[in-house]
């Protein structure tokens, strides 16, 4: 059964940092990709990155700020965002994919947590 549950979101000023958590049941660990996508208020649904084994990628509007990392005795997949843009503010999703890219499906995904980059 997956299992996504997501935390960390808060207010951040520009240019801080910030670190998101995705706890995850062991079913999607060892079946999926874990990705993380943001929605915004009248913006399309963007693919921030996706962590599958020892391979991860980055969407291209995060690369060099942002960076995916995993847990796996804890079962938490982590979002850590640098250098924080007033557009990186959305609600943060960690979900499944079948394969890491910017392209696939979102299989399941938990209920977000909000960020909010302003000063």
């Known amino acids: 059964q997956v299992q996504l549950v997501e935390s960390g979101g808060g207010l951040v000023q520009p240019g801080g940092s910030l670190r998101l958590s995705c706890a995850a049941s062991?079913?999607?660990?060892?079946?999926?990709?874990i990705a993380w996508f943001r929605q915004a208020p009248e913006r399309e649904r963007e693919f921030v990155g996706c962590?599958?084994?020892?391979?991860?990628v980055l969407g291209v509007s995060v690369q060099g700020r942002f960076t995916i990392s995993r847990d796996m005795r804890n079962r938490t997949i982590y979002l850590r965002m640098n250098n924080v843009k007033p557009e990186d503010t959305a609600v943060y999703h960690c979900?499944?994919?079948?394969?890491?890219?910017?392209?696939?499906?979102?299989?399941?995904w938990g209920q977000g947590t909000r960020v909010t980059v302003s000063s």
């Open positions: 962590i599958k084994g020892n391979f991860f």
């Open positions: 062991a079913f999607a660990l060892d079946y999926y990709g």
């Open positions: 979900a499944t994919q079948n394969e890491c890219t910017d392209s696939a499906t979102f299989l399941q």
